[in-house]
């Protein structure tokens, strides 16, 4: 039985974490988003599952980023936006699955009134290893400059 996670913007069912890897399915409500954040340490892969889901990704921050850097965040616009679409049973899209390597901010919104779920599998997932730029804002409302 996984663990359950709730969250701000829906739940996380953490299936394993140990020192190996991590996977986990995540389901995001529709119109709201998590945290702009990134890792330190960890490198994880998206694999869309169902519903849609928009995927932002800021440009990687240096090695030795500053708390400037961090907060510098929340005024750039996302290098990429990519809605993540479900996989089949035999094919893998290109808008499928995406990894986000460490130092990498990014955040994602459910679209659909449906499930808007994904699975992560990723590096060790470590509590002290997410840094926020923003919090989570539950409700998102869209940004049409963007």
Request: with cysteine; proline share 4%; net charge neutral.
């Amino acid at each position: 039985m996984p663990d359950i996670v709730k969250k701000v913007w829906g739940k996380e069912l953490i299936y394993k974490n140990d020192e190996n890897y991590c996977v986990k399915l995540l389901f995001v409500e529709q119109g709201k988003c998590c945290s702009i954040h990134f890792h330190k340490d960890k490198t994880e892969s998206f694999l869309a599952r169902t519903g849609q889901v928009l995927l932002e990704v800021w440009e990687q921050l240096p090695e030795d980023y500053t708390e400037k850097d961090v907060n510098e965040l929340a005024r750039q616009k996302p290098q990429k936006r990519l809605i993540l679409e479900p996989h089949s049973d035999l094919k893998v899209s290109q808008n499928s699955f995406i990894t986000i390597e460490p130092r990498v901010p990014h955040r994602f919104y459910g679209l659909s009134m449906n499930d808007n779920t994904f699975f992560e599998a990723s590096t060790l997932d470590k509590k002290n290893d997410s840094y926020r730029a923003i919090e989570s804002m539950g409700l998102y409302k869209r940004d049409t400059n963007n």
